[in-house]
């Protein structure tokens, strides 16, 4: 994995920890609702 997919895989990570479920405010990536990110070139 080159350098630029793997800052591109934690500025995605950063935001996504951004999105909060309402009903328990608590962010999906707590939940571990995303396991995973797949980049394509």
């Not at 630029?4 to 609702?33: C, G, H, M, W």
């Amino acid at each position: 994995m080159t350098q630029d997919i793997k800052q591109l895989r934690v500025k995605i990570f950063d935001k996504l920890s951004e999105i909060v479920d309402p009903e328990i405010n608590t962010s999906i990536t707590e939940l571990e609702l995303i396991d995973d990110v797949d980049i394509e070139d």
